[in-house]
């Protein structure tokens, strides 16, 4: 039986007789449930507070169609559910604003409507909620999560182009949420608007992460490191070394096998203490990897990036034979790599033409679908087994 995590839901109607009734349905189900009548009088603020908002479409003063643009600035995560006696040209045209917007809508329930209609759309935001949701997320519910696959954690392998040799695994969460999936970094499942809670859902799946690798590694014998993508805006947090130190202890995972790869950085308001926490990574042997050049993460000198490897962004590699700006880009990258003497690892080989020139640019570590898409754990055992025995295969070959 599925286990849905708590929402905090906001119903806006100016029926007060319909907003009461679905309180009491909502509630039944131990969601915590508000109600109002008055959308122009309610603190746009306040919106983000909600996980999910069910709207009426016609209501005097302000209605649904003005009500969207408000929640697209003011609560662009929560999701939305249209609860309306409309006719299905406006709601079509509704949706179509919705999307134009950036607003998260995910159902229309036509009035009168079943409850079990009701519960069908807030069971569909369960997934994203999990993620995006007000409500702190234990480790027990994230791993029944996981059980149920409302969140998958897959990994990709990062070999040796060369050579072939198996590397490590960057993680990537897939959120199911009713007939959305979506692939999303680790941690870009936060909403970076609630740092805390970021940093602590972070964490959580990343501790999924660290187990599932170190299954991988006592089973296949090899010691492999994980990359985590991390938002710099979490990394900059004064409590991420401890909780990161705290995670890290739990899992019995060691700090020399990961690798963090920081986004956003011009975004960080605290580069100081971004640097900070960064040289406390250094000490514990954690490395961290470099996509973007920014001068929030550069040494004060501009001698070296405060980094361990940098990374060729898929953005670039997937266009290197098509782009000479991207040739340009990925050379410059890679050149750069050589006089600092750090390894730069390309991200998104789609075809055996790119990882050639990759390879005959100075680039031997990659990661992309031409060796293996993100999968499962247990698939990428398989995915492992399978290039053993044909390694053993080609090197009994060449004896006989």
Same mark, same amino acid.
């Given at each position: 039986?599925?286990?849905?995590?708590?929402?905090?839901?906001?119903?806006?109607?100016?029926?007060?007789?319909?907003?009461?009734?679905?309180?009491?349905?909502?509630?039944?189900?131990?969601?915590?449930?508000?109600?109002?009548?008055?959308?122009?009088?309610?603190?746009?603020?306040?919106?983000?507070?909600?996980?999910?908002?069910?709207?009426?479409?016609?209501?005097?003063?302000?209605?649904?169609?003005?009500?969207?643009?408000?929640?697209?600035?003011?609560?662009?995560?929560?999701?939305?559910?249209?609860?309306?006696?409309?006719?299905?040209?406006?709601?079509?045209?509704?949706?179509?604003?919705?999307?134009?917007?950036?607003?998260?809508?995910?159902?229309?329930?036509?009035?009168?409507?079943?409850?079990?209609?009701?519960?069908?759309?807030?069971?569909?935001?369960?997934?994203?909620?999990?993620?995006?949701?007000?409500?702190?997320?234990?480790?027990?519910?994230?791993?029944?999560?996981?059980?149920?696959?409302?969140?998958?954690?897959?990994?990709?392998?990062?070999?040796?182009?060369?050579?072939?040799?198996?590397?490590?695994?960057?993680?990537?969460?897939?959120?199911?949420?009713?007939?959305?999936?979506?692939?999303?970094?680790?941690?870009? /499942?936060?909403?970076?608007?609630?740092? $805390? #809670?970021?940093? %602590? !859902? @972070?964490?959580? +799946? &990343?501790?999924?992460?660290? =187990?599932?690798?170190?299954?991988?590694?006592?089973?296949?014998?090899?010691?492999?490191?994980?990359? /985590?993508?991390?938002?710099?805006?979490? $990394? #900059?947090?004064? %409590? !991420? @070394?401890?909780? +990161? &130190?705290?995670?890290?202890? =739990?899992?019995?995972?060691?700090?020399?096998?990961?690798?963090?790869?920081?986004?956003?950085?011009? /975004?960080?308001?605290?580069?100081?203490?971004?640097?900070?926490?960064?040289?406390?990574?250094?000490?514990?042997?954690?490395?961290?990897?470099?996509?973007?050049?920014?001068?929030?993460?550069?040494?004060?000198?501009?001698?070296?990036? /405060?980094?361990?490897?940098?990374?060729?962004?898929?953005?670039?590699?997937?266009?290197?034979?098509?782009?000479?700006?991207?040739?340009?880009?990925?050379?410059?990258?890679?050149?750069?790599?050589?006089?600092?003497?750090?390894?730069?690892?390309?991200?998104?080989?789609?075809?055996?033409?790119?990882?050639?020139?990759?390879?005959?640019?100075?680039?031997?570590?990659?990661?992309?679908?031409?060796?293996?898409?993100?999968?499962?754990?247990?698939?990428?055992?398989?995915?492992?087994?399978?290039?053993?025995?044909?390694?053993?295969?080609?090197?009994?070959?060449?004896?006989?």
């Amino acid at each position: 039986m599925m286990m849905s995590p708590r929402q905090k839901i906001l119903i806006l109607d100016d029926d007060r007789f319909f907003t009461h009734l679905i309180k009491r349905l909502l509630m039944s189900s131990n969601h915590d449930v508000e109600e109002c009548n008055e959308p122009a009088r309610l603190d746009p603020a306040r919106l983000a507070g909600f996980d999910l908002i069910l709207l009426d479409v016609m209501m005097p003063v302000m209605d649904g169609i003005q009500m969207l643009d408000v929640i697209r600035q003011y609560a662009p995560t929560t999701s939305v559910a249209l609860a309306t006696a409309v006719d299905q040209n406006t709601i079509d045209s509704i949706v179509t604003l919705a999307a134009t917007l950036g607003v998260r809508l995910i159902g229309v329930l036509s009035k009168p409507f079943k409850a079990t209609a009701l519960a069908s759309v807030v069971e569909s935001n369960a997934g994203y909620c999990l993620a995006f949701g007000t409500q702190s997320v234990s480790d027990a519910t994230l791993r029944q999560a996981l059980l149920e696959q409302r969140i998958k954690i897959l990994l990709q392998p990062q070999v040796c182009l060369s050579t072939g040799r198996w590397l490590g695994c960057e993680a990537t969460a897939v959120l199911h949420s009713g007939d959305c999936t979506s692939m999303l970094a680790m941690s870009s /499942l936060s909403d970076a608007s609630n740092p $805390a #809670a970021a940093l %602590d !859902f @972070t964490l959580k +799946l &990343a501790g999924f992460a660290m =187990a599932q690798m170190l299954h991988l590694q006592a089973l296949s014998g090899t010691r492999l490191g994980l990359t /985590l993508t991390i938002p710099a805006a979490i $990394a #900059a947090l004064p %409590d !991420f @070394t401890r909780a +990161l &130190a705290a995670r890290l202890a =739990a899992e019995n995972f060691p700090a020399i096998l990961l690798v963090l790869d920081l986004q956003d950085r011009h /975004l960080v308001a605290d580069v100081s203490q971004l640097h900070t926490n960064i040289m406390w990574l250094s000490q514990q042997g954690t490395r961290l990897s470099l996509t973007c050049f920014g001068s929030p993460m550069m040494s004060s000198g501009q001698r070296r990036p /405060l980094s361990d490897e940098l990374r060729l962004h898929r953005s670039v590699v997937t266009n290197i034979l098509h782009s000479q700006q991207d040739r340009d880009s990925a050379s410059m990258i890679l050149n750069l790599g050589l006089r600092l003497c750090m390894p730069t690892i390309a991200d998104g080989i789609n075809d055996s033409s790119t990882c050639q020139w990759l390879v005959a640019n100075g680039c031997n570590i990659g990661q992309g679908n031409y060796i293996l898409p993100p999968v499962p754990a247990a698939d990428l055992l398989n995915w492992h087994r399978a290039r053993v025995a044909d390694a053993a295969a080609r090197s009994q070959k060449a004896i006989a």
